[in-house]
């Protein structure tokens, strides 16, 4: 099993910047691909970027590239999410998920296995 544990988020102006980060615990040597979701009040959850971790190769949603940069640190089994110039309308509640079952995965939450409890991000006006 794989805990995963996400801080950083909060309350920031339109145009700011945060930096979410994932804890995982547990049978961590088990996570292929570590990915980031945002799900907004009544809207489905929604693919945000993912690491693989053993090659560190990315994938960001084309709604984010540029702006986002997600990282990893194989020594804290920590996976960052660097958000830059953040809008109103990205406010959500942000996940990370693990994917375990294989290393091919594709950029929908069905394709992760294990979830935080999520952090909210609100951005301002």
């Known amino acids: 099993q794989v805990q995963l544990v996400e801080s950083g988020g909060g309350l920031v102006q339109s145009g700011g910047s945060l930096r979410l980060s994932c804890a995982a615990s547990g049978r961590t040597s088990t996570i292929y691909t570590t990915g980031w979701f945002r799900q907004a009040p009544g809207k489905e959850r929604e693919f945000v970027a993912a690491i693989t971790w053993s090659t560190g190769s990315t994938n960001y949603a084309d709604s984010v590239k540029g702006e986002f940069t997600i990282s990893r640190d194989n020594a804290k089994n920590t996976v960052y999410l660097q958000m830059n110039s953040l809008k109103p309308e990205e406010a959500a509640v942000y996940y990370c998920?693990?994917?375990?079952?294989?290393?091919?995965?594709?950029?929908?939450?069905?394709?992760?296995?294990?979830w935080g409890q999520g952090t909210q991000v609100t951005v301002s006006t």
């Open positions: 998920g693990a994917r375990t079952r294989g290393p091919w995965y594709t950029p929908r939450a069905e394709s992760f296995d294990s």
